[in-house]
């Protein structure tokens, strides 16, 4: 775990004792700020993606609130934990979707294939709309072999 998990944990930490302190007396403030919170320790760790250890930290801080609620059943049967655990599982599954995405993105490799071109050698990456784009790897490639 590194230095930035542990603050974006902190962060999250705090958020779930707004979030409890908000379940225990029904109070639509706490829970909204908690969910600000939590939202605000996500909001970190995509930024900090690359830099943190931890998989699926954004979508684990959503299923924690998610268990926090859980023994609340007198607010679950109000309009207000209704809601609330529908907010839960929204942003859980928003946070978690996002982080398939980044991790499947992170674990994919980027072949680049170069090309001869009389300007010297090039590349296509349809995925970002390059055609014919300079390569100077290749072209240093390209003296080492003596092509």
């Not at 909204?32 to 930290?57: E, Q, R, W």
């Amino acid at each position: 775990m590194s230095i930035f998990d542990g603050i974006i944990v902190a962060i999250a930490a705090l958020g779930l004792v707004f979030w409890v302190r908000g379940c225990f007396k029904a109070a639509r403030a706490d829970c909204i700020a908690a969910l600000i919170i939590a939202a605000f320790a996500c909001g970190i760790y995509f930024y900090l993606f690359s830099a943190t250890n931890v998989a699926y930290l954004g979508s684990g801080i959503f299923a924690v609130f998610l268990l926090a609620l859980l023994p609340f059943v007198r607010l679950l049967r109000m309009p207000l934990g209704r809601l609330l655990m529908g907010v839960c599982v929204a942003l859980a599954l928003a946070a978690g979707a996002l982080e398939h995405k980044l991790v499947s993105a992170g674990n994919a490799l980027l072949v680049i294939e170069p090309y001869r071109t009389g300007k010297g050698w090039a590349f296509d990456e349809p995925r970002l709309g390059l055609h014919g784009e300079p390569s100077r790897f290749a072209e240093l490639r390209g003296r080492r072999y003596g092509q």
